[in-house]
């Protein structure tokens, strides 16, 4: 194992770094208070081929390693959370989904326009009374002639309202088993399918998520994704693979955090020094490094198995849950460290750990990790 970048991952994290310095984290403020979805920021990533970034060259995309899509998260999480949880839930949720069990005809009519940033992908697993028991969904799909007619809703799908192109988890068999749900693409202009306003939220304001209602949806019997009964289990992949998402943009909050947390403490004072200086909050900067390196590492080895081709769920699910708890620690420290200002709208910190309290939830909480992680190092696997 070699994590030291190679020449096309370097240049692509020296033109990301460059692109949030200059694109993306000054409007991460505006669009935080304001709640606006940062469309013109969707747009230049999507000119940039960066909403392709894991799609084969042959539907569009750039058919980059998995490094290379956690390098890109990460450097988005530096700059704004909002931009890239929406972004990560296009790549890795979405496309993900309809480039591992799509058919070829399926590939080509809905990966090619996501991989250009023509339209925005969306998932749709969580329902009012269902949030990590997959096995309860209630939104059905059932035949009818030559279509399926899907009824139901969704909860806090993320890029719900915005999307252009959602797969959806259904049940299509009554009995509660492992072989009673299925994956659907559906898109979102299709009658019967509506988004409710964005949810208000604890942070990450300008990522929408938002209900959604599904009244009599009818999609072409072609529109199933995968095979039928299979849903559940090809939700789980998609997850494994979303956990490395999840942990990079992570990695990205916390070293934001960092980094401001360091250039406070260089410029601000007490009795005379910089408060850099003092022990007590060199020990915390130490720590808060520690932890950022470490999560980092996690996630390109999670990473680096899943381009191998090799098991990586339990390696997934250890970099998603250290790395989710890291950033929110990590920014609880840096809020300490600017004491007052740190509870502040003036300074990021504040924004930051907002931002960061849904990592440990989203794509499977931090329970739910250690249940997976758990059952993986008993059963010897």
Partial sequence: MDFAFNEEQQFLHDTLHDFVAKEVKPQARHVDETGEFPWDIIQKLGAMGMLGLNIPEAY????????????????LGRGCGST???????????????????????????????????????????????????QGIRTTARRDGDEWIINGSKMWMTNGGVAGTAVLLCRTKAERSSHSLSQFIVPTDTPGFQAGPPEKKMGLHGCWSHAVSLDDVRVPLDHLLGAEGKGLQQTLAVLDGGRIGIG?????????????????????????????????????????????HIARQALYYAAWRKEQGLPFSKEGAMAKLFATEMAEEVAYQAIQIHGGYGYSHEYPVERIYRDARLMTIGEGTSEVQRMVIARRIIKGR
């Fill in 84 to 134: 890239g949880l929406i972004s990560e839930a296009h790549l890795c949720l979405a496309a993900a989904a309809i480039n591992l069990f799509g058919s070829e005809a399926q590939k080509q009519r809905y990966l090619t326009p996501l991989a250009r940033g023509k339209v925005l992908g969306a998932l749709g697993l969580t329902e009012p009374g269902t949030g990590s028991d997959l």
């Fill in 60 to 75: 569009g995309g750039a058919g980059a390693d998995e490094l290379s899509v956690a390098i890109f998260l990460e450097e």
């Fill in 248 to 292: 990079a943009l992570s990695v990205g909050l916390g070293q934001a955090a960092l980094e401001e947390a360091i250039g406070y403490a260089r410029q601000r004072e007490t009795f005379g020094r910089p408060i850099a200086e003092h022990q007590a909050i060199q020990f915390k900067l130490a720590d808060m490094a520690t932890k950022v």
